[in-house]
């Protein structure tokens, strides 16, 4: 029998998914259970807030980008025999195909909670939970969450609705609060070591939740969870006896690590150094590599450009030809200059001869398979990898000096190369191919 678990779904982004989903983790919690936080979708954002509430590391579970049987295994291998699984979804419920939260609930076989904005609506609400509850007979809809009520006589609308029209029970009614909502910000929410909701906003959001959920039917809707633990077949990969010294940046400005990747690296035997680019004068002593993860360099790229011997250090690192893996803010920390959307331009590292140019709007959104066009520090020739991309930022064209590593679907060139440094704009998830963190250690393990 496997732990109590379930997953929150909205009917649509904007719906209030994560608020509610951090008021419930929040809640349980309090009520002292261990409560094991994951996130459906290749999001690095809601995976902080989750931590920020439970104190344990939110696991991303993507189905389109790692597969059903890595999905399995991460979910099995994480959830603890005691306590309480809670999974966040992603954009509606059905949104997104093979990486919709539709498909997750299924493959782990999740009771699922949807949530509803029955903002500016009554009966029709149980039309909508009518729809959600039908269209797939092989998802399970448990039970509902009605986000935004606002008086008692609009509460009684909908209590009868649904109740005259569908089967699905109601866990709770969530009043309109704005002081408890979560603001949105560049790139998406905020993170959570920065979040407006620490502290005494967290307490109002769990006190909000245990006084308008019946948290303890939540709780037994949970517990229908009968899912089998599947047969771990993607061991990670065994490690060699000498470990590497792998420098990982990680701080305000990096922050966007799958940490699937770090226990892959760990397992092929890095031990993980971690350091701020923004904070520390020097690189840790006696690194074989670097990895420089994602985040908001643009957010603080005065400071990265004030750590001058940091920029020099780096820089040099790569030039003595040592491994250096760099996904999108760490990309855009290694090119020329970081240029604001004030046209502020900002000196980083220069290892590469591009500038990161900010935009207003969104430029890159989604899945990427990269097919690997030249052997690198994470693949040979004709592998294919699986990330995601998604960032503000462009960069300029016309540097033919600089090769590239992979080749897309719609045909543009990533993966940037230039001495032993790989980078790019795709955050790359190794779940599929764990065999990219093998070759990334035992490229830092060559001697140079």
């Known amino acids: ?15 209030g998914k994560t608020t509610v989903t951090l008021g419930i983790m929040a809640a349980l919690a309090r009520r002292g259970l261990m409560v094991q936080p994951f996130k459906c979708g290749p999001d690095f954002i809601d995976p902080s807030l989750h931590r920020m509430v439970t104190g344990r590391v939110s696991r991303n579970l993507d ?6 049987d890595f999905v399995r295994q991460t979910f099995a291998r994480h959830n603890p025999a005691s306590g309480c699984a ?7 419920l059905f949104d997104g195909g093979e990486g919709s939260a539709a498909t997750l609930a299924k493959t782990l ?22 729809g959600f509850s039908t269209l797939d007979p092989q998802l399970h809809l448990s039970g509902v969450i009605c986000n935004r009520i606002g008086s008692d006589k609009h509460r009684a609308m909908v209590i009868k609705a649904i109740q005259d029209h569908c089967k699905v029970p109601i866990i709770g009614f969530l009043p309109r609060r704005e ?5 949105s910000r560049h790139l998406g929410l905020h993170m959570g070591e920065e979040h407006p909701l620490r502290g005494e906003g967290l307490d109002q959001l769990a006190l909000l939740t245990e006084e308008h959920l019946d948290l303890d039917l939540l709780l037994r809707i949970a517990g229908e969870h009968r899912e089998s633990p599947p047969a771990d077949t993607n ?7 000498e470990t590497v010294r792998l420098g990982v940046a990680r701080d305000a400005a990096f922050c966007f690590y799958y940490e699937d990747n770090l226990d892959l690296l760990r397992a092929a035997g890095a031990e993980l150094i971690f350091f701020s680019p923004l904070e520390d004068k020097n690189l840790p002593q006696k690194l074989q590599g670097l990895y420089l993860g994602g985040g908001y360099p643009e957010l603080h790229a005065g ?12 820089r040099a690192f790569a030039e003595c030809g040592r491994p250096v893996y760099a996904e999108c803010g760490g990309f855009m920390y290694l090119c020329r200059s970081i240029i604001d959307l004030k046209g502020q331009p900002f000196p980083m590292a220069g290892l590469y001869p591009f500038q990161a140019r900010m935009q207003s709007r969104l430029h890159s959104l989604g899945y990427r398979q990269p097919l690997v066009e030249q052997d690198c520090l994470l693949a040979p020739k004709s592998a294919v990898l699986h990330g995601h991309e998604f960032h503000y930022s462009t ?31 795709i955050h790359l998830h190794w779940g599929r191919t764990p065999e990219a963190a093998v070759r990334f250690v035992q490229t830092c393990r060559q001697p140079r």
């Open 179 to 183: 002081e408890v909502c979560i603001p």
């Open 303 to 314: 400071q990265l450009s004030g750590n001058k011997k940091m920029l020099q250090q780096i």
């Open 109 to 130: 076989e999740l009771p699922v909670i949807l949530v509803i904005d029955v903002r500016s609506a009554a009966e029709s609400v149980a039309a909508v939970v009518h």
């Open 1 to 15: 029998m496997s732990p109590p678990a379930l997953l929150i779904a909205g009917t649509h982004s904007g719906c």
């Open 235 to 241: 061991h990670p990969p065994a490690a060699s006896a």
């Open 63 to 68: 189905v389109r980008m790692c597969g059903a």
């Open 395 to 425: 960069i300029e064209e016309g540097h033919p000096e600089v090769a590239s590593a992979f080749r897309l679907e719609d045909g543009r060139h990533e993966g940037h190369l230039l001495h032993n440094t790989l980078a790019g704009y």
């Open 86 to 92: 809670v999974v966040e979804g992603v954009m509606g």
